[in-house]
Every structure is written in structure tokens, then in C-alpha cells.
T-cell receptor
Framework: DAGVTQSPTHLIKTRGQQVTLRCSPI?????VSWYQQVLGQGPQFIFQ???????GRGNFPDRFSARQFPNYSSELNVNALLLGDSALYLC??????????????FGPGTRLLVL | GDSVTQMEGPVTLSEEAFLTINCTYT??????LFWYVQYPGEGLQLLLK?????DKGSNKGFEATYRKETTSFHLEKGSVQVSDSAVYFC???????????????FGTGTKLQVIP
């Protein structure tokens, strides 16, 4: 079975631009979470979506938004890019939502560079 | 809030040496604990997990025991190989008080380099 897929793999943008990142979860998984991993750090939680609804949000500004589609794929949007948004953006999928023991499966990530 | 503290790296070991990477956590609820591994240029792969106190997670020769009394989840392997070179992340998963979703909190990662 295919794992979590993300596109694009790499992206270069300039300050002030907007970017959209895409994620397809593992077949049968209904929950998608997004994380930002700055170089040398652990991933930081941005959002969790389940059944097309935002169920949780981390400490990120409103420039970050996301949505989930009926097929459970998801997009992460970042507006008014800042240099500090340069990072690896990871998508993770899981069967459900809310249970601490649920395993999240990660995609390979999209590496965003903001110049 | 929840937090995870890992020993700082990089850790450099010779092949077949014993590995320990320390991890301690702070959580308000009853978290599950995970170890993820990240190879260069890749995303995170689940290595092992434990969902309640005294559980031992194990996979590929790695193991970790959920110690509630010491709030620890140290990763161990008896004999490391060059192919184990990677960054290892300790993480905890909990339900925030607002409920309704799963929040995973990661440590900063420990880079392991195994030399032949």
C-alpha cells in the first residue's frame, strides 16, 4: 500500500508570496496533521483535520491555514511568507483522531525555502 | 504544557556498541510515547511506541520502556550498526484539555553516527 505522499518535494518562494502544499493520506486514514520542522529541531504541530473539519491547531499565526477534502487529502496554505517560514513541512495521517495511542504516519515532507 | 527533553547529540558510536538515548517528558494527562527515526532527506518513520506505564516497545533491536515514576522513555539497542545512523526523535501524544484532537509533541532530536 502507498504511504503518505506529499507534493511538491521542494519549493522556493520569495518573501510576501503565498504557497500551497499538498498531502494524500494512507488509504483508509481519515485524519491529517501538519507539522513544521525547522532545521535542527523537532517537528512542531500546526493543525489536525478530521472528516474535513479542523480539530486542533498549534501556536501558529493566522497566515497558516489548511483544508481537507472529501477524499481526505489536504492542503496547507501559508500567506505572506517570511524568511522564518523556511522549513520542512510534514504531513501525517492516522485512522482516527483524539486517541493518544493513535500512530501517525509521516510523509517525506515538502522542503520550503523562502528568499 | 506538554514537553519532551532528549539528550543532546551528536552521539558517535563504534559499530556493535551499546546505545542509550535518554528521553524524559512532562505531560498533564496520560500520554502515549513514541520514538521516530529520520534518515537524511526523509520524513519520520515510526520506530516503536508504548501506550501505558510499564509497556515496552520494541522494533529492529531497539527497545524503550514507559516509566511513569521517572517520566522517562529511554531508547536502547544492544549492538548498533552503521545503518542505524540517523536522527532519533522522542515524542508524546496526548489529548489537550480542550479535547477532540491528538497533539504530538516532539523532542529536538538526537543525531546518531555509527562508525565502522
Amino acid at each position: 500500500d502507498a504511504g503518505v505522499t506529499q507534493s511538491p518535494t521542494h519549493l522556493i518562494k520569495t518573501r510576501g508570496q503565498q504557497v500551497t502544499l499538498r498531502c494524500s493520506p494512507i488509504s483508509g486514514h481519515k485524519s491529517v496533521s501538519w507539522y513544521q520542522q525547522v532545521l535542527g529541531q523537532g517537528p512542531q504541530f500546526i493543525f489536525q483535520y478530521y472528516e474535513k473539519e479542523e480539530r486542533g491547531r498549534g501556536n501558529f499565526p493566522d497566515r497558516f491555514s489548511a483544508r481537507q477534502f472529501p477524499n481526505y487529502s489536504s492542503e496547507l496554505n501559508v500567506n505572506a511568507l517570511l524568511l522564518g517560514d523556511s522549513a520542512l513541512y510534514l504531513c501525517a495521517s492516522s485512522l482516527g483522531v483524539g486517541a493518544p495511542q493513535e500512530t501517525q504516519y509521516f510523509g517525506p515532507g515538502t522542503r520550503l525555502l523562502v528568499l | 504544557g506538554d514537553s519532551v527533553t532528549q539528550m543532546e547529540g551528536p552521539v558517535t558510536l563504534s559499530e556493535e556498541a551499546f546505545l542509550t538515548i535518554n528521553c524524559t517528558y512532562t505531560a498533564t494527562g496520560y500520554p502515549s510515547l513514541f520514538w521516530y527515526v529520520q534518515y537524511p532527506g526523509e520524513g519520520l518513520q515510526l520506530l516503536l511506541k508504548a501506550t501505558k506505564a510499564d509497556d515496552k516497545g520494541s522494533n529492529k533491536g531497539f527497545e524503550a520502556t514507559y516509566r511513569k515514576e521517572t517520566t522517562s522513555f529511554h531508547l536502547e539497542k544492544g549492538s548498533v550498526q552503521v545503518s542505524d545512523s540517523a536522527v532519533y526523535f522522542c515524542a508524546l501524544s496526548d489529548n489537550p484539555r480542550s479535547g477532540g484532537y491528538q497533539k504530538v509533541t516532539f523532542g529536538t532530536g538526537t543525531k546518531l553516527q555509527v562508525i565502522p
